[in-house]
């Protein structure tokens, strides 16, 4: 007989129970680590059994790995997307691109200062982190390569492609020094410096002359 006043519990997809494992691994493996995270804690926090957990992973190696997929999912498709649709406007293309990077990064900013402090303990989980930004580095690599040839820009495309992405980088990871300037202008910043340089040419000029 039903208690007035309350009402039959929702039954969970089995999608939404997925979700909340992944979600609850994220969490604990953020914060503790591949060795530090346990199957039964991210069971109780997901609000599940581990049976339930097994059953829909396996075991924890596989949960981990799914966690990082889940975590990474979109951006195989958002880089396609960018890299289809560059216009051979380099300040253009590359504004698009540093936007969408920062973004993805500081979602992303727990899961990569935990890989870097366990690559040398877990690489497999360090290399699954850094599948997007090889490909990052790749397609950009390329862009560069074309717009040198263009005449568009000049220097080795992939030393140019490692300077842009490290500024990139070193201002999501080092945002309690930097600040936390709005992407815009991060993003406006960086590509200023990095096709203008920072020097005064009109000082320069004037001490040539």
């Not at 596989?62 to 380099?90: K, N, R, W, Y």
């Not at 490290?166 to 945002?175: D, I, P, Q, S, T």
Request: glycine letters at 8%; charged letters at 25%; proline letters at 3%.
């Amino acid at each position: 007989m039903m208690i007035k006043g309350t009402e039959p519990a929702a039954k969970t997809s089995p999608e939404d129970t997925r979700s909340k494992i992944l979600e609850a691994t994220r969490d604990i493996y953020s914060l503790k680590g591949f060795r530090g995270t346990t199957t039964r804690e991210v069971a109780e926090r997901a609000g599940v059994n581990e049976a339930t957990l097994f059953r829909h992973f396996g075991n924890k190696e596989a949960l981990i790995e799914a966690m990082f997929h889940s975590a990474c999912d979109e951006d195989p498709s958002a880089l396609a997307d960018f890299f289809q649709g560059s216009t051979g406007d380099v300040a253009h293309d590359l504004r698009k691109l540093a936007l969408h990077a920062l973004e993805r990064m500081a979602a992303k900013r727990d899961l990569i200062l935990i890989a870097l402090a366990e690559e040398p303990r877990d690489p497999t989980a360090f290399n699954m982190m850094w599948r997007s930004p090889s490909a990052v580095y790749e397609g950009l690599t390329r862009y560069f390569s074309i717009a040198v040839e263009r005449g568009a820009v000049r220097g080795d495309p992939a030393v140019l492609a490692r300077f842009f992405m490290g500024m990139l980088f070193a201002h999501v990871m080092g945002r309690r020094i930097f600040g936390t300037q709005s992407f815009e202008d991060v993003a406006d910043y960086c590509i200023d410096i990095f096709l203008n340089g920072i020097a005064n040419k009109e000082t320069q000029r004037g001490a040539r002359d």
